[in-house]
């Protein structure tokens, strides 16, 4: 997509204050993006505000964030960003162990606890697609229908079968990689004759030595009996386009953002730093959607632009307006405020910031579930050494996981988990191998030919399994505001206060026992160790773990049948204000074992068709409910 900037229609601050939009979107995160591009091309007139800046669809932008990586010690998931004081978000490096009955307010999010979470989201154009690892995994069926069927969470106001072609329309937008001959287990299903757009990203040799040593073991669960698979895993980056796609006319994958180098933006080369960029734009990101989106020339995007409140009409509940206050630099705090109208308005920032926003305009809903029944994946790390070199380091984070116990009857008493298999050793859990490099040098005093045999020896054989282990909605989970602590805008901050049940520390046992069969199966040798003085740290059963989060926030605006039990219904629209959708994972009843992205990408199809139909049916005024 070279000469971007001479395609793309542009507004200022000014000119937008002076119009009625068909629908103004707050974020152009995946949700906002994809809100967008579907609104614009369908004829309406849409603005976008994002908080970051709007400078990043250029390749000389993305060149820079991958250089800023590359020189950061950190390397956590917000890294390739420079710090923003007008836009903050959680960063890794914030993170200190949280002391009990003292709120932790170091970082942007303010932490309550119990439990200290560090998940985080990126505030930038394209959203957390910017950070994210790319795994494209559907719901399965049951997952929508928790309360009905195991009699825990809530069920969905709709099913597995009503989303599926929207999931298959989701895919083709993001372009997934997968083959549909490994993802029909637990009940998923695909049209007939589907096939997803790009082939498989083929699995590492680290992926087919487990599954070589693993495929068939046996496990046992309440009184099922579990056959372990390794199977690949789908992927939001590029692959080798599959020919029968879209009855047989091919899929043409996408691109860079914005290039003149033709390796950007083309096949996955296996780099392994997908968290927290793609040094080759391989993988997906909301970018390139909303790219799509401008180029109709109904799009507009203002960037630097933090909303600082939604207004309402107290006569019929409608909103009239939101404020903004857009900011000159990442660091003063110089600032001008305005305002925008639309016929609708669409909070699609992230389950943390729509709910933040909807609190801090004086909005907790009729139910007042605003905020509340906050959800992340409760990820258990473990780490082993392999017996022998099984190439570690090569190829994208993760291609491969274990995925047969996502679902089963045992989920009315425990939490359900999947396992993904980490071709990047133990980063995540330990610091590999910048840690490995310290510790051969620094303890074991080796240089030269000896120091570089001992870092091949030990980086080559680890292996990490992560188990993102299911959490239920819980109205104590939430996400609240507080006016004594506000960001340099005036701004207040999201307040977060977060606990784990037993239900899912049950399911982090169970992972902790069966990551102890695996390793022995495998011959290799354990190195897992949990700290109490790490952040996370949950005493359970006599034992302890150090819990980490997913960066999957959902559930902070639930859809659901009623006003009474939700905040928003099936199409994401809010029950109390009828001109006004929260989109995105925060609508998600359940998260179930998989990544997001790909399901809160489904939902804002389903929400733009509805959006659409509105508007044509009301052209003069946002349609009434």
């Known amino acids: 997509m070279s000469h971007l900037s001479s395609r793309i229609s542009r507004t200022d601050h000014a000119s937008a204050s002076t119009q009625i939009y068909d629908a103004v979107i707050v974020g152009s995160g995946v949700a906002g993006s994809i809100l967008a591009n579907e609104l614009g091309r369908q004829g309406f007139s849409v603005l976008v505000l994002e908080a970051g800046p709007g400078n990043d669809l250029s390749i000389a932008e993305y060149e820079a964030s991958v250089e800023r990586f590359y020189l950061s010690a950190s390397k956590d998931n917000n890294s390739p960003y420079a710090v923003n004081r007008n836009a903050p978000m959680p960063r890794g490096q ?24 560090d998940s985080t989201y990126t505030r930038v154009v394209g959203g957390t697609t ?16 928790m309360r009905t069927r195991h009699g825990q969470g809530l069920d969905w106001p709709l099913k597995y079968e009503t989303l599926k072609s929207y999931y298959a329309k989701a895919e083709a937008e993001i372009g997934v990689s997968a083959d549909v001959e490994d993802q029909g287990y637990l009940g998923i299903s695909f049209e007939p004759g589907y096939v997803y757009p790009m082939r498989k990203i083929p699995i590492s040799y680290l992926d087919q030595v487990i599954g070589k040593n693993l495929d068939g073991a046996k496990v046992e669960l309440d009184g099922e009996t579990f056959s372990l698979v390794v199977r690949s895993t789908p992927q939001a980056r590029n692959g080798v386009p599959h020919p029968g796609y879209d009855n047989g006319k091919g899929y ?38 909303l790219v799509k989106a401008l180029e109709t020339g109904r799009v507009h995007l203002l960037s630097q632009t933090v909303v600082s409140r939604v207004h309402i009409d107290s006569g019929n509940g409608r909103v009239t307006h939101i404020e903004y206050k857009a900011y000159k630099d990442l660091h003063g705090k110089e600032h001008s405020a305005g305002t925008v109208k639309a016929r609708v308005f669409i909070l699609a920032a992230n389950a943390v910031e729509n709910a933040r926003l909807m609190l801090a305009s004086g909005l907790p809903g009729s139910s007042g579930l605003v905020g ?3 959800m992340d994946h409760a990820y258990l790390l473990t780490w082993a050494l392999m017996p022998e070199i099984v190439g570690t380091m090569r190829g994208s984070q993760c291609t491969s996981g274990i995925e047969e116990l996502r679902g089963g009857a045992f989920r009315r008493k425990q939490a359900a988990f999947r396992a993904g298999i980490h071709n990047d050793g133990w980063g995540w859990a330990t610091g590999a191998p910048y840690t490995d490099l310290l510790a051969l040098v620094d303890d074991q005093n080796k240089f030269g030919r000896a120091l570089q045999r001992g870092l091949v020896d030990r980086i080559s ?3 990490l399994l992560d188990f993102m282990v299911e959490v239920l909605p819980d109205p104590a989970n939430r996400i609240t505001v507080d006016p004594d602590h506000r960001d340099q805008l005036g701004n207040m901050r999201p307040v977060l206060s977060y606990r784990l049940n037993d239900y899912t520390l049950d399911g982090v046992a169970f992972a902790r026992q069966l990551s102890r069969r695996i390793y022995q199966r495998l011959g290799a040798e354990d190195h897992t160790t949990y700290s109490p003085q790490e952040p996370g740290w949950v005493d359970y059963q006599g034992g302890g773990f150090v819990i980490r989060g997913g960066n999957h926030w959902a559930g902070t605006h639930l859809m659901g049948s009623s006003p009474k039990n939700s905040v928003v219904d099936a199409n994401q629209r809010s029950w109390d204000y009828p001109n006004l959708y929260l989109a995105g994972s925060g609508s998600m009843p359940s998260i179930g074992t998989a990544n997001t992205t790909l399901t809160l990408a489904a939902l804002c199809l389903i929400s733009a068709g509805h959006i659409a139909k509105e508007l044509r049916s009301a052209p003069t005024a946002a349609a009434a409910r």
């Not at 950070?131 to 995994?137: I, N, V």
């Not at 043409?252 to 290039?259: I, K, L, M």
């Open 252 to 289: 043409v994958a996408p691109s860079a953002v914005s290039t003149h180098q033709d390796e950007m933006g083309q096949r996955c080369q296996g780099n392994n730093n997908c968290v927290p960029i793609c040094p080759v734009q391989a993988k997906y990101d909301a970018r390139r959607t």
């Open 94 to 117: 914030e993170t200190v162990k949280l002391q009990p009955g003292r709120p932790n307010a170091d970082g942007y999010i303010v932490q309550n606890g119990p439990l200290e979470l």
């Open 372 to 374: 509340r029944n906050l």
């Open 130 to 145: 910017r950070h994210w690892e790319g795994k494209a995994l559907r719901l399965i069926p049951e997952d929508f229908e």
């Open 461 to 463: 054989r680890q292996l």
